[in-house]
């Protein structure tokens, strides 16, 4: 290969607002047959609005539920974290931090805290049966909280094993998803959406980009994304996962290319990617390959 004409190409990127981190992978960029994106933060734009916040059956006080949830989370990057803290703050809650005794991250599932003695979960369904928190509450709880049906997603919060807190956020599709999408499928490449998110949110995004999605993957752990892009080299052949978490980092690194979003991304996000998109702009994604299989034939 020309290293002159690998060199220029990968200032072109740069210039574009791609940070590649060699040569050799804008040539794999352009053999891309298949792209896997996540969706918090990847897709969507990662903030979160909080739609309805519930105390279940009076359990306790609104006050002290969101002094848990806030300060809880006030420990968290995830996306979801800065608009429950945001929220509480909305309702002069002062979140403290320092009086979280225990911290935990369940990737894909949500958060654990420990503050005035409470054992505190928070997160999805996933995150129930982790606390111990019993079903049949749970279901209760659902058919009670019926304004949170058309939700993107849905949080709870689980004190001492019992479900006390309900919420639904929701959060929107970066604009020029859905085109850049359409125009890696217009070069021969399918985009799948891989999330630790509900069904649910992932139809919804689906919506939203008008369904330009030819597979959606939902409820996913870490080792499940790394398990499906395996699963797309094997079966398609060259894949590209683009992500910003650090639910993301394994698959990221599993793909042929990872490419993490530098501003907003995760640090492990950004370590193990191949390459690091500088805004939310996904449109470069697609201009990128491009790129990639522009270099490939100069040098060939
Ligand atoms: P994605 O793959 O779409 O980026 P994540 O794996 O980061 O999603 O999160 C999966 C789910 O776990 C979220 O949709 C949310 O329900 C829950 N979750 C994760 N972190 C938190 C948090 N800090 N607070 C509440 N819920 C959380
Ligand atoms: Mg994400």
């Known amino acids: 290969s020309t290293p002159v004409a690998t060199f220029c190409a990968l200032l072109r990127a740069a210039r574009m607002g791609l940070l590649i981190k060699g040569g050799n992978i804008l ?15 990847t897709i969507t734009r990662g903030e979160f609005s909080i739609n309805a916040f519930h105390v279940v059956e009076d359990k306790v006080e ?10 809880i989370e006030s420990k968290s990057s995830h996306p979801m974290a800065a608009a429950l803290v945001e929220y509480a703050q909305s309702k002069s809650i002062r979140p403290e931090p320092e009086n979280v005794t225990e911290f935990h991250i369940y990737h ?17 369904k996933k995150i129930m049966a982790r606390s111990s928190c019993r079903a049949l509450n749970h279901i ?7 304004d949170l049906k058309g939700a993107t997603t849905i949080g709870h919060v ?37 999330t630790g998110d509900s069904a649910l949110a992932a139809r919804h995004a689906q919506e939203q980009l008008g369904g ?3 597979e959606l993957h939902s409820e996913l752990l870490p080792e499940d994304k790394v ?14 996962m683009v992500g910003d978490g650090m639910n993301d980092a394994p698959a990221l690194a599993t793909a042929d290319v990872g490419i993490s979003m530098g501003l907003s ?36």
Not at 140 to 146: I, L, P, Y
Not at 268 to 289: F, N, Q, Y
């Open 27 to 41: 040539e794999s960029l352009g053999e891309i047959r298949i792209a896997a994106f996540d969706k918090t933060g």
């Open 62 to 71: 609104m006050s002290q539920l969101l002094y848990w949830v806030s300060s």
């Open 108 to 124: 894909g599932e949500g958060i654990y805290g420990a503050i005035s003695g409470k054992h505190i979960y928070i997160g999805n």
């Open 140 to 146: 209760q709880a659902d058919q009670e909280m019926d």
């Open 158 to 194: 689980i004190c001492d094993s019992d479900l006390v807190g309900l919420f639904s956020l929701s959060d929107n599709c970066r604009t020029g998803a859905a085109k850049a999408i359409k125009e890696l499928r217009s070069m021969g490449i399918k985009s799948v959406m891989l």
């Open 212 to 214: 330009v999605l030819e």
């Open 227 to 240: 398990r499906l892009i395996a699963k797309l080299k094997t079966s398609t052949g060259p894949t590209l």
């Open 265 to 300: 991304g995760s640090a492990a996000a950004i370590e193990t990617s191949h390459a690091m998109l500088m805004s939310g702009d996904i449109l470069r994604v697609p201009k990128a390959v491009r790129l990639g299989r522009r270099t490939r034939q100069t040098i060939a």
